[in-house]
């Protein structure tokens, strides 16, 4: 369910891209795509009643290797590493894009996709 | 352990980061010290061919870090890019003196070339989506260089397309990482050959498809690409049509489906489709235009179609389990046309280049007559021409032979058909190029043009005589050592996977 929600999400992205006609809701459009994916990928990750995959002194408890018990209830971690990546990508591609529309708004005086077409064929 | 392997990305990265330091008044040490590292990576890289390296990033064993790998088939494509990526260099010292801020375009073209080298050494499937990343930011950047309106509006059509292509990439590997477990293409492969193929990892290989493809400008996803090609400045077109659609489309693509997805027979045809109908289509639209660039851009479309449509052919006689000697000819004949592709069309952007820079325009009606005044660029163009139309003594000639032969051997006669009518047509357009830019009367505007020389020309001296000599890589000494390892790597398909872990 939870993941048929995510895809809603992608795809609401992708008919923003689609169809709108603004330059800045394109730009929208594609951040609540990048934002779908990247919740994606914490769900992947995500164990309902988990515990945060850290090893206390304690829960070693004289053992040298966790338990198989820690290792079924933990969070995945590695996905949120990737988050965090991805999202510090989104927030340069943003960056670019806006700075994009905002040149081409000096340029043409709009952000009316359907008007800014000088390349053709 | 040996550090070749990072130096490949490490050493343009802090160039890149080096570079805007100089400033205006030092913008010559910056070029020279640009000069210096690319052509320092082309010889490490011709120093790479035929040997294998895995490179540990931060002493992480394999399943848990990060691993460079070099294997007979990034071996080929890395020593490619550093080939285009040192005459774009040489030539952009001269042609971007027309532009403003050229420390800041040496560091973005810096900046590219690292995340490029980066892309094909990676053996982990995140790690590429980050060095494609960094590659497609810093190509939008460079297309919209010039800043007019036009430039500006291709980096913007390209962007949003290439964003696409990206978040679909990462939801894919999303994917594959929930399905798999691991980020390490060796490791995702055993999973895969150990779990076999299930609805969401199908799934996800559709995606994989669908985003690479973007990137590769394959015709159903091509709208971006004549836009983006053509009006960059003249060396990023040479590395974007040269190298970039190669390495992050048709590279990645099939490091995915013969390396970790595994081939079979609907693959197959899906990239012979593709590749018939990026032929075709993109030769077409080439054929009816008139601004020169734009001209270029669409051939690379159609001449990506014979690359893919080589790697098709494999994929297909593989998958139904024939003869594997023409399975590996059809991949020779593809990767061979790869490397060639990448030779003559960055030379023909920076012939391009050239003929714009004397003359200010792009337009072929406004030009002609020019093979007296511009005698070096007209000898280039056409060598550069003759090799993407497939005449017989330069390297586009002897690939696009191979291909034929392959299809003749497969059984598919009309797939020989439709290359060899392809490239006549390719032969057609290309014909035009030369009588309207350097035969017929010379518009009085045109009567003081001058020829450009210095680096620029070297450049183009260096890849027209690359295009010469490339075909002789089919003789069996040079073929055993830079060809046939990586078609040895495609043939072996999930071999791969094993090869790599058995080698820690």
């Not at chain 2, 020309?457 to 002789?472: D, E, K, P, Q, R």
Request: charged share 10%.
């Amino acid at each position: 369910m939870l993941y048929t929600l995510c895809f809603l999400l992608f795809m609401i992205g992708l008919y923003c891209v689609l169809v709108k006609k603004n330059m800045v809701k394109i730009v929208i459009g594609l951040a609540v795509m990048e934002y779908a994916v990247n919740l994606f990928f914490i769900m992947a990750g995500y164990r309902t009643n988990g515990q945060a995959p850290i090893i206390s002194p304690q829960d070693l408890a004289g053992k040298t290797e966790v338990t198989a018990n820690f290792i079924n209830t933990t969070v995945d971690p590695l996905p949120q590493a990737l988050v965090l990546t991805s999202i510090v990508i989104g927030l340069g591609s943003l960056a670019l894009m806006i700075s994009l529309c905002v040149r081409i708004y000096e340029k043409y005086g709009t952000f009316d996709i359907t008007e800014i077409r000088r390349l053709r064929g | 352990m040996s550090y070749r392997l990072p130096a490949f990305i490490f050493v343009p990265l802090v160039t890149a980061f080096v570079l805007p330091l100089f400033g205006k008044k030092g913008k010559s040490v910056a070029a020279l010290l640009a000069n210096v590292v690319t052509i320092a990576l082309l010889a490490l890289a011709i120093s790479c061919l035929g040997q294998r390296e895995v490179y540990e990033v931060g002493k992480w064993p394999i399943p848990l870090g990060i691993n460079l790998v070099l294997d007979g088939l990034s071996c080929l494509v890395l020593v490619i890019i550093n080939i285009v990526a040192a005459s774009a260099m040489l030539y952009s010292t001269r042609y971007m003196e027309q532009y403003t801020a050229k420390s800041k375009y040496l560091s973005l073209f810096m900046l590219l070339v690292t995340s490029l080298n980066g892309a094909v050494l990676s053996g982990d499937i995140f790690n590429l989506f980050v060095f494609l990343e960094i590659a497609s930011l810093t190509s939008y950047a460079l297309v919209g260089f010039g800043c007019g309106d036009e430039e500006l509006e291709a980096s913007f059509k390209y962007m949003v397309l290439g964003e696409i292509a990206s978040m679909i990439i990462l939801f894919a590997i999303a994917l594959v990482y929930a399905n798999t477990g691991a980020l390490n293409m060796a490791y995702v492969s055993k999973a895969i050959q150990t779990r076999s193929l299930n609805p969401s990892l199908t799934f996800a290989l559709a995606f994989f498809i669908a985003g690479f493809g973007l990137k590769a400008a394959l015709v159903p996803f091509h709208a971006w690409l004549p836009d983006a090609h053509s009006s960059a400045p003249a060396p990023v077109s040479a590395m974007l049509s040269g190298v970039f659609i190669k390495v992050l489309g048709v590279y990645a693509l099939t490091r995915l489906i013969f390396n970790i997805f595994g081939i079979s027979i609907p693959l197959g045809w899906i990239l012979i489709a593709l590749g018939v109908l990026s032929m075709v289509a993109g030769v077409f639209l080439a054929v009816g235009q008139w601004d020169f660039k734009r001209l270029l851009a669409y051939h690379s479309i159609s001449q990506m179609g014979y690359v893919v449509i080589g790697i098709g052919m494999g994929t297909l006689i593989l998958a139904q389990g024939g003869d594997i000697l023409w399975a590996s000819l059809a991949i020779l004949g593809g990767l061979f046309h790869l490397i060639n592709h990448a030779v003559f069309k960055s030379l023909l952007f920076l012939t391009s280049g050239s003929v714009e820079m004397s003359t200010g325009t792009r337009q072929l009606k406004q030009m002609g007559g020019l093979a007296d005044k511009l005698p070096f660029t007209r000898a280039t163009c056409t060598i550069a021409s003759a090799s993407i139309a497939g005449v017989p003594p330069f390297n586009g000639f002897w690939s696009k032979l191979i291909l034929v032969v392959a299809a003749f051997q497969s059984r598919m006669f009309w797939l020989a058909a439709i290359t060899v009518i392809v490239s006549l047509v390719t032969l057609i357009s290309f014909l035009k190029v030369q009588k309207y830019i350097f035969l017929g009367e010379l518009p009085d505007n045109l009567k003081d043009v001058k020829e450009n020389k210095g680096t620029m020309l070297i450049a183009m001296l260096f890849l027209s005589g690359l295009c010469i000599a490339m075909g002789l890589l089919l003789l069996p000494a040079m073929k055993d050592v830079v060809l046939d390892p990586a078609v040895q790597v495609l043939t072996d398909g999930l071999g791969y996977s094993s090869k790599l872990i058995v080698a820690q």
